[in-house]
Structures are given as C-alpha cells and as structure tokens.
C-alpha cells in the first residue's frame, strides 16, 4: 500500500484501495479506514509514503 500526499492541493491519495472500507459521521466526513483480511492483500511488514508529511508519535 502506498500513500500519496500532494502538498499543491492538500490530497491524499491510497493506492491499492481494492477492499477498502472508508468510515464517514453523520456529516460525511472521513474518520477511519478498514481493510478487511489486510494482511491476504497487502504486504504489513512495511509501509511506504510518497511526500506525506511526518510528526513523530509522542512517547
């Protein structure tokens, strides 16, 4: 799975969607993703990004 973020337009971009579940609230906003049986369609052992910008977790 790779993720896509274009700074230009502020979009992000999921590819390799193919089973993916987007969770919206009641006024259709994205809160969540859910891949169902993920780990028969993608590789988990890594995740790559392409230009998304980071922010360290706090410990």
Known sequence: MKLHHYPETDSLYIERSKGLVVDLDAKGNVVGFGIDHASTKFDLSKV????????????
């Open 48 to 59: 790559e990004t392409v230009a998304l910008p980071t922010v360290r977790a706090a410990e």
